[in-house]
Every structure is written in C-alpha cells, then in structure tokens.
C-alpha cells in the first residue's frame, strides 16, 4: 500500500564562526525517528489483489484487435536493390533437438554454442514472463489521450516504467478486459468476455505513462485490468543470432566467428622486436593519452592477430573516447572504410553519436533506431542524423546506406541491418552473384582487385561488459565475411574492437542466472589468450615490455589505467580490489573540500553517512523515494555552499530512482539551490 510523501521537518542550521574567516554549518540529523514500535505498513510487501479481479484475466474471452504501428517492410526494402535470386535464403528458423539438450548445461563451447544459449534464452523469457505477471494492472483507470489527432488514443499509467523495471516500447501489444461495475466479496464477475489487444503508440518514459491504440472500444467505466506479455520479436532476434552462429562455428570451425568467440594463442601474432616508442598516427583528440594512443595505432596500423581487440578501464579511464578516436582514424587511414559502431543501450549508442557530430555530415552518419523508439527519448540533435520515414524511425534508401561511412545502432537494433539483407555475407554473396549473371563463365584468379570488398570494414562495441553474449553476436553477424569457399578470394577480414569493463554493472537480465549474465567481452578476456599474456592486467603493477620478454604474442588488448575522475584516496579502493593496482590517479582540482568542517575526523575525502530512514513508494509497483535520504544530501550541498566551497554548478545528487529525483528537484528548489 502507498502513502504519501509527508513534508520534512528542518534538517539544518548555520552557525557563523567567529574565529574564522568563512562560515561553518553545524549538521543536525535529518533522520526521522525510527525507533518508534508503532505498526507500519511494508512497503516491500507485494500489493494484495482481490480474487474477483485476478479471475477475470483467465476467462474466455473474444479478441479485439488494434492497429499496429508503422514498421519497416524488409522484404519491400529488399526488392529495392536485389532480387531473391542473387541472395542465400534465410533459414527457416531454430530446432532445438531432444538429443542436444544434455550439451546445453554443459560447459559452453563452439560444439554446443545453439544448445547452451537456446537453453539460457528460454529460462530468460520465463522470467521475463513472471516479471510481466507481477507488473499486471487491476482495476486501474485510463484516460482518452487529450490534443491527439489519431484516432482510438488513450493514455495509461505504468508504474515501474520511469525505473526501467518493466520494458515497454512502441509496438508492443497489451492486454486489456473492462471492468462492468463493483462486485461484491464472492460474487462471479460478468460482462468481461471482450479483451482488447491494445498496440503502444507512444512512451513518455519520464511520467511513467504510455499511449495505447484500441480500436472498437465501447466506454464505459473506464476501469481496466492490464497484462503486459513478452514481445517475440526481441527474443527472436537473440535466437536467430545464435543459431547463425551456431551454423558459421559448425560449418567453417576454423573460420573467422571462431577466432572472434573462441581465439586461440595461435590465432595471436608474434612480436619479436620491441616498438619504437611512437605512433604512426596524427591525433585528432589532442587529449588523448600514452596508452589510448597505443590503442588506437595498433589497431589501424598494427597486425595482433585475427582475433577481437579489447579495450579495458575503469570508469573514468577514457573508453568512449578512444573508440571515437579510433573509428576517425579508421575512416582517415582508408577512404573506404564503412564502420558499426554498436553499444548496449540506446542512452550509450545516443552518446557515441554525440561525439561523432562535430567531425561527420548527416550524409556520412546515421543514427540507427528501431521504429519501436519514442522521439521523446531521442535527444533533438540527433534527428538530422537519424532517418524517419512518414513519423517513424526506419532505414535510409539502399543507396544511401552503401554511402554512409559510420553506422550507429543498439545490439539489439543492428538485427535491422541482418532483417534488411545488407550484412557483409549478403552483400558479398549478392554481388558475386550478380556479376556471375552478367559474366558468365567468369573465373576468380584470386586477384584482390576481381574481388568485391567486405563493406563493413570494422564494428566498434562500446560498454561491452553490458551486452549479453547472444546480444553481441547480432552486430558480429552483420560484420561477418561469407563462410568457406565463398571465403578464399575474399579480401581483409573485418576488424572488431570492444571497450568496456567487466568489474562495472554488467548484462542487465531478468533472470539473473550467471551464465546470461557473462559477456563475452569478459568471457574473451578469461581465455589463455588475453589471461595469460605478460601483460595482463592480472599480472600485477602495470608491466611493461621488455626484451627479455621477446618472443610473445603481440598483445590483442590495452589496459587503460589513468584514471581523470577520482581523487587518489578513492581510487585506491577499487584500484586494489579489483584492477591489481594497476590504476593511476590523473583528476585535477580534487583538493576542493579538503577544508570541509563536515569531516569531523573522519579520514577525507570519503565519508559514509549511515541512513535509517524508511523507504517510501508512490504507488504499487513503482515510484521509489525516501526523504530522510533526500534530506541528507540537500543538508550537505548547502554545507559546502555556506563554507564557499563549491559553486551550485560543480555539485551533482543523483539517484537511480525517479520519485527521489522527482523529490530532490523539490527540496533544492525549496531552497533555494536552483539557479
């Protein structure tokens, strides 16, 4: 049950000193009293649905269908630019034989790759499943969405959407059965037979609502039971980039896929003379530092092997930065160059567009979104870079694509790149059979000049400890050269580079098994090849190399190990425990509160403030806050600003939740902290 935010009490006084030239504030607890054996209700408790509104869900019911939002016609996309002829067919789907169901428990490995992660897949819908059951609406109202032209708009209140904690995009389809009347304790329920399969045409993430299209509504109380359900087509996606994989492991077993998900210390290359010391490249980022430029020269100018390049750094380390760099030099080093540029989430993919801005035109970029992504959540500078087709998201005429020198995309989202045949096998296989129909007869020497080129040249993956393992191999099947024969004649293989960090959060999942929960950027670096090189970050003290350590495998990775966001008193922890010391602290102006009389003895510049005030909830699923917490950091934000420590500009109070953002915003306004 809910209760309602109550006002704070004072949480503070200032007391001018005499004896100093600036003033000191004196901290009083903001804390609540807690101690109190008065009976409370528990916020944590699930929410008590009545049996007459639960029943209703699983009666027989007559379907209504709704209208479906715009989406992208893949096969209309394809006839655009080549006929079914000149291109392999796709497979009908993934079987999941009896027989192979012992090797999906099993270790993973290139022999059991489909089975192990068929298997894990279907335990993550399962629990995607009973998370949808716990996020379903009883008895809630909706509201005919006001000022919208379109027809059959109504707007619906979710809770838990601005945390993120149910997943809801435009497209999805929701379940809903109206409620006829009040029923007493006992009674059987009536007049519910219809349910209305609603589409979301809109999300407004930040106020918790979405927009839904139902058709044939007939009004009339206006109170709805809800059911949210997993949407196939985002498992879809995940099946069939394993299962490709499965097939590329299976067929060409020392092919290309393998070295990229299964290297060997054979697939390395041997470096037998230490460097020169300097780069080969000019920098466009003058900021970079030593070993983000031995990054980046390496992999434009260096040859580690057919195998991933991994970029390793904790928070703060510059990651994004050196894969920006990167893809310029990229496109610099070789004007055919046609790069991926993937991560995660679409708030990282926005973020590596954002970088790109200022040095690419809207005809060499393009932002590419599902059409199941809200504009709202799309920052407004990224539209010019983005392809919108009659109010929706979709990709650019095939011409235009093939122009394009740097494509941004989701994980997930690039399966639009694998839907719309332009993967660099597709392509490959298309031309070679194009000209075979033009030419026949035509024999390959082997000359790379007769040969058509990959057109993905490189897939860049940033925050790559965030992506699951089957999500990575959506963007790896776009990038991939054809398998075999196809293979012989075929020129420079694609290069692949992924930044990221796997002691950070990793892989968001609703089943938290651990083996979901590996990426492959992580599994990558606990194979003999990353792990037991000399110059491991597990190895110890930052090594560096030596000729004594010659011969060796050139390394296929970089540790980036300075540090500009953190004082060095707080980089030391995670430095020790998680990165072997290895991390060097580079932040500058960190000496700000060193005179803080908040300390009072405690070993600056960490200090943990104990919270015992209760958490609070806005409504039954959804809308976390806590006001003694959000009393506690206005408390110590106006300390540093009565000590003319820190300016209002240079202090930041965050939090995961929406409701205590929501509550922090009313509290600094309150007092006055808000230029």
Request: aromatic share 8%; net charge neutral.
């Amino acid at each position: 049950m809910s209760k309602s935010p109550v006002e704070p009490g004072p949480t503070e006084s200032i007391e001018a000193s005499t004896d100093e030239h600036r003033p000191h504030t004196k901290l009083t607890s903001p804390l609540p009293d807690v101690t109190s054996s008065k009976r409370t209700f528990d916020v944590y408790a699930r929410p008590f649905v009545p049996y007459q509104f639960k029943s209703i869900n699983d009666l027989p019911a007559l379907n209504y269908p709704s209208e479906g939002v715009t989406w992208i016609e893949f096969a209309d996309y394809v006839r655009t630019f080549a006929g079914s002829a000149f291109l392999p067919k796709v497979s009908s789907g993934v079987k999941f034989e009896d027989a192979a169901a012992k090797l999906a428990r099993s270790e993973l490995c290139a022999e059991n790759y489909r089975y192990y992660f068929t298997d894990l897949l279907a335990r993550e819908v399962d629990a995607a499943r009973d998370n949808c059951l716990e996020h379903a609406l009883y008895n809630v109202p909706l509201q005919r969405a006001r000022n919208d032209p379109r027809p059959s708009m109504y707007w619906l209140d979710v809770p838990g959407l601005t945390e993120s904690t149910l997943q809801i995009e435009v497209g999805d389809h929701v379940a809903l059965r109206q409620l006829y009347g009040q029923y007493a304790p006992n009674a059987a329920p009536h007049g519910t037979t219809i349910q209305y399969d609603a589409v979301v045409w809109g999300v407004q993430r930040s106020q918790g609502r979405v927009t839904l299209r139902i058709d044939n509504l007939f009004w009339q109380f206006g109170l709805f039971n809800v059911s949210f359900s997993v949407q196939p087509f985002r498992i879809k996606a995940l099946h069939t980039a394993v299962s490709r994989s499965h097939t590329c492991l299976s067929d060409d077993s020392d092919g290309w896929l393998r070295s990229m998900m299964f290297p060997r210390p054979a697939d390395g290359v041997m470096q037998r003379a230490l460097g020169n010391g300097r780069f080969d490249i000019k920098a466009i980022d003058p900021l970079l530092n030593y070993e983000q430029l031995k990054a980046v020269d390496t992999v434009v100018h260096s040859d580690w092997g057919t195998v991933p390049y991994l970029i390793s750094g904790p928070p703060g380390t510059g990651k994004t930065k050196t894969l920006i760099e990167l893809a310029l030099q990229l496109l610099r080093t070789d004007s055919d160059s046609h790069l991926i540029l993937c991560a995660p989430s679409d708030p990282a993919s926005d973020t590596l567009t954002s970088r790109l801005l200022p040095h690419l035109k809207p005809r060499e970029l393009l932002r590419l979104h599902s059409p199941s992504r809200s504009f709202a959540e799309v920052p407004d500078s990224l539209l010019p870079y983005s392809c919108i087709d009659n109010g929706t998201f979709s990709l650019p005429s095939f011409a235009e694509l093939m122009r394009l020198k740097i494509v941004v995309v989701t994980c997930r989202d690039a399966d639009i790149l694998s839907s719309a045949r332009v993967s660099n096998r597709d392509l490959f296989h298309l031309e070679r059979s194009m000209i075979a129909a033009l030419h026949p007869g035509k024999k390959y020497s082997g000359k790379k000049n007769e040969v058509p080129k990959l057109h993905w040249t490189a897939l860049l993956l940033d925050e790559a400890a965030q992506a699951t393992e089957p999500e990575a191999q959506i963007p790896l099947n776009v990038v991939a050269p054809p398998l075999r024969e196809d293979n012989r004649h075929a020129t420079t293989s694609p290069l692949v580079v992924m930044a990221g960090d796997q002691h950070q959060l990793g892989p968001r999942t609703s089943s938290k098994i651990p083996a979901l929960q590996l990426s492959l950027f992580e599994r990558l670096f606990q194979r003999p090849l990353y792990r037991d090189h000399p110059l491991a970050r597990s190895s110890g003290t930052q090594p560096r190399l030596t000729a004594s350590m010659l011969p060796t495998i050139r390394p296929p990775f970089t540790n980036l190990i300075r540090n500009y966001r953190s004082h060095a008193a707080i980089l030391a922890i995670p430095s020790k425990l998680f990165y072997n010391d290895t991390l060097e602290p580079e932040a500058s102006n960190t000496d700000s509160l060193l005179s803080w009389s908040g300390w009072q003895g405690a070993r600056w510049p960490v200090l943990f403030a104990t919270n015992t005030a209760p958490d609070e909830i806005e409504r039954d699923g959804g809308g976390w806050y806590n006001i003694g917490e959000a009393n506690m950091a206005i408390t110590y934000a106006k300390s540093f600003l009565a000590e003319l420590l820190l300016s209002q500009r240079e202090i930041c109070i965050m939090s995961p939740f929406a409701a205590q953002v929501k509550l922090l915003r009313r509290l600094a306004r309150e007092a006055k902290l808000w230029d």
